[in-house]
């Protein structure tokens, strides 16, 4: 059967090949016109006598329709809730993914498969799943692993100051991913979240964390925060989210994972939007959804959405894993990442030329990067620039990478 891949980025396709070596892709270029969808694609999709549609993230309309009308089965990827040592616009390799055949997790418009195992799934019944999962949360809380993890080792109390009443976090999110527009049925941004916060909360210290890929530029701001400055600590240094939350009464959040880190952690939480792990009786939601009238405990929501729903993997050999193996090679990562930070190492031969010369490229090249993409683009490059031109989705950057890096 043929595997018709959509909005899959040129870096993600092995990994998808990893994931499932089982299936034929086929990827459909990220950018296809209605046009070319319509007279090239279509024709090419109708032609194959069995195929399936996989797609990354949410799926347009013009998919919805084929895959309706041609009663072909369509499935939904998505990063699962424990990624990488690095945000997932790093360009590296997740070590999990969520796979599903009715809708992304996070469009509460519509059950997903992980709402369906929430509402159904027999967990009193399945004594050994429940200790997995209570020994689950205990292993991530004990070692500070969260979806990304960063190897910063700066304490909440360097960036936040020493407390002395009770402490609100508002985590930030992308404003226009697809997690809000599909998550929040309400036109809401994180500046009124800053302000819902702040309003109910006025005795309290507000700290406002704006999402990393907004602070690195990697994404764009929807909304200023220097707008709600009065109202809140902005919090812009880098803090792993394990730390941003262990001084933490309550959390308000629209629709992110942060919320259920929270809840790990036995912090009261907020949610503006309709995330997975709100309607089960666990947090303060000001979006209910009438599907969900089960009462879960904490333990029950994470065997769900961490034992059951995704598929665990060993980025490096595609050889399927578990929760409690790829938490390991985080940690194992995490504890190489000092040595790796650095950048590569010199060598007076090989891919940076004789006697290393191209190691001195980085000087001139990191400020053209900067210009160019962003902060954490800079990052990539420092350290591997070869790995950094090679896994660039642009075909002309990379033969650009080939001439300023030809071994390796």
Not at 48 to 64: N, Q
Not at 86 to 93: K, L
Not at 189 to 204: F, K
Not at 343 to 367: D, F, K, N, Q, S
């Amino acid at each position: 059967m043929a595997t018709f891949a959509f909005q899959v980025s040129e870096w993600k396709r092995p990994i998808l090949r990893s994931y499932f070596p089982e299936r034929l892709f086929q990827f459909v270029p990220p950018s296809v016109s209605d046009r070319d969808f319509e007279h090239v694609w279509t024709p090419r999709i109708l032609a194959t006598k069995a195929c399936e549609f996989l797609v990354w993230g949410d799926a347009p309309d013009r998919l919805i329709n084929v895959a309706k009308a041609h009663d072909i089965p369509l499935w939904f990827v998505e990063d699962g809730f424990i990624r990488s040592t690095r945000p997932s616009a790093s360009r590296t390799a997740p070590f999990s993914l969520a796979l599903d055949r009715r809708a992304p997790y996070f469009d509460c418009r519509q059950a997903s498969d992980l709402e369906l195992i929430l509402k159904t799934y027999d967990f009193d019944g399945d004594a050994s799943l429940m200790a997995r999962a209570k020994a689950g949360i205990q292993f991530l809380l004990d070692r500070g692993i969260s979806k990304y993890n960063d190897g910063s080792r700066r304490s909440a109390e360097q960036v936040y100051g020493t407390k002395t009443r009770k402490r609100v976090l508002v985590v930030g999110q992308v404003e226009d991913d697809a997690s809000i527009r599909y998550g929040c049925l309400a036109r809401l941004n994180n500046n009124d979240l800053v302000r819902v916060a702040a309003r109910e909360q006025p005795d309290a210290q507000i700290l406002y964390k704006p999402h990393p890929d907004v602070l690195s530029r990697v994404r764009p701001a929807q909304s200023d925060p220097a707008e709600v400055a009065h109202l809140c600590q902005i919090v812009t240094e880098k803090l792993p989210l394990a730390e941003a939350l262990r001084t933490v009464d309550h959390v308000y959040t629209i629709t992110s994972l942060a919320g259920f880190e929270a809840l790990l952690r036995g912090i009261k939480v907020t949610t503006l939007g309709c995330p997975f792990y709100s309607g089960w009786g666990l947090t303060d939601d000001r979006q209910p959804n009438a599907r969900r009238r089960r009462a879960l405990s904490v333990e029950a929501l994470f065997a769900g959405a961490y034992l059951i729903y995704p598929r665990y993997s060993d980025p490096e050999t595609g050889k399927q894993t578990s929760f409690e193996t790829t938490v390991a090679a985080i940690m194992a990562e995490l504890a190489e990442g000092e040595m790796a930070s650095s950048g590569p190492e010199w060598r007076p031969w090989g891919p940076y030329g004789v006697l290393g010369w191209r190691h001195l490229l980085t000087a001139v090249i990191a400020p053209v990067i900067r210009r160019v993409g962003n902060d954490r683009d800079v990052e990539d490059f420092r350290a591997d620039p070869i790995r950094f031109f090679r896994s660039l989705s642009d075909r002309r950057l990379r033969m650009v990478g080939r001439l300023l890096y030809p071994l390796g």
